[in-house]
């Protein structure tokens, strides 16, 4: 299973210009739909007097989830040029919105397709591009004396802990690559007293 992808490490920015419109691209890394929704809502107030806020994304390692939207231009010249430079540069969990403010002159279709793919593609140039892998977490339950022997999981796999509680009862929250979850969560089982869950 391919956990592998690229995206971009910060929020970045590309300008276009054209016949008085002015086209403002914004990347940003987002993990969910709900994260989409909400930089969307903002960028919508910061940018209240935009005549549009169109946007694209794609979403996951196999970029499974993805969207383009026109917000009011016409059919197929935002949405789609936006998601496209997304898919050229082979990138995943990344938002990218353009806000248009109209210059008083219509560009036409081909125009307003060169417009938005090329102020997403400056944006995307800006941004520094990063190799992640997908991931899920892990909670460990177990008793004080297994601590070793979970611990040395927990370095063999380089594994980024989340949460813990070391008590009688321990609890350790394990952000683990999702291509190694079942190995590891088989090696962690075979503890003694040891159970996993997974944790959305």
């Known amino acids: 299973m391919e956990d592998t992808y690229r995206t971009i490490e910060a929020p970045s920015e590309g300008l276009y210009k054209e016949k008085g ?25 910061q940018y209240y007097d935009a005549r549009h806020h169109c946007y694209a994304y794609s979403l996951g390692a196999d970029k499974s989830r993805y969207r383009a ?28 919105v353009v806000v248009r403010y109209f210059g008083g002159t219509k560009l036409g279709v081909s125009g307003l397709i060169n417009a938005y793919k090329t102020s997403t593609a400056e944006a995307l140039t800006n941004a520094t591009i990063i190799e992640k892998h997908e991931t899920t977490m892990l909670q460990v339950h177990f008793a004080y004396p297994q601590m070793n022997d979970v611990m040395s999981l927990v370095k063999e796999y380089e594994l980024g802990v989340k949460d813990q509680q070391f008590e009688l009862d321990c609890r350790m929250t394990l952000e683990v690559r999702k291509k190694l979850e079942v190995e590891l969560a088989g090696k962690l089982e075979d503890i003694d007293g040891v159970t996993v869950e997974v944790v959305d």
Do not use: C, M, W
């Open 69 to 96: 939207n026109d917000d009011g231009e016409p059919n197929h010249s935002a949405g789609d040029p936006i998601l496209g430079q997304i898919r050229s540069f082979d990138l995943s969990n990344v938002l990218v």
């Open 21 to 45: 419109s002015k086209f403002i691209a914004l990347a940003y890394p987002v993990y969910t739909e709900e994260e989409v929704k909400e930089v969307l809502a903002d960028l919508r107030k």
